[in-house]
């Protein structure tokens, strides 16, 4: 746990900080979820896939992550 958070720098830790303290206020996520996460290639769909999965290296709740790419024509 600790050399995952060691590598980060300050600024991707807080905001994987702000989106766990999302997911425990609204209670977003549960165990064994599935979630989908759609990539458009912009900078928030990125930020939100990088931080859950930076993320479930050292939360102990076991959960999936799925990324969709999505086209707009």
Same mark, same amino acid.
């Given at each position: 746990?600790?050399?995952?958070? =060691?590598?980060?720098? =300050?600024?991707?830790?807080? $905001? ?7 997911? /425990?206020?609204? /209670? %977003? $996520?549960?165990? /064994?979820?599935? $979630? ?8 928030? =769909?990125?930020? %939100?896939?990088?931080? %859950? $999965? %930076? ?13 969709? /790419?999505?086209? =707009?024509?």
């Amino acid at each position: 746990m600790s050399k995952v958070i =060691s590598l980060l720098d =300050s600024f991707s830790f807080r $905001i994987i900080k702000k989106v766990g303290l999302a997911i /425990n206020r609204f /209670n %977003l $996520i549960q165990e /064994n979820d599935r $979630i989908i996460v759609a990539v458009s290639g912009g900078k928030d =769909s990125l930020t %939100l896939l990088k931080a %859950l $999965i %930076l993320r479930k290296m050292w939360v102990p709740m076991k959960y999936d992550i799925i990324a969709v /790419n999505v086209q =707009s024509d």
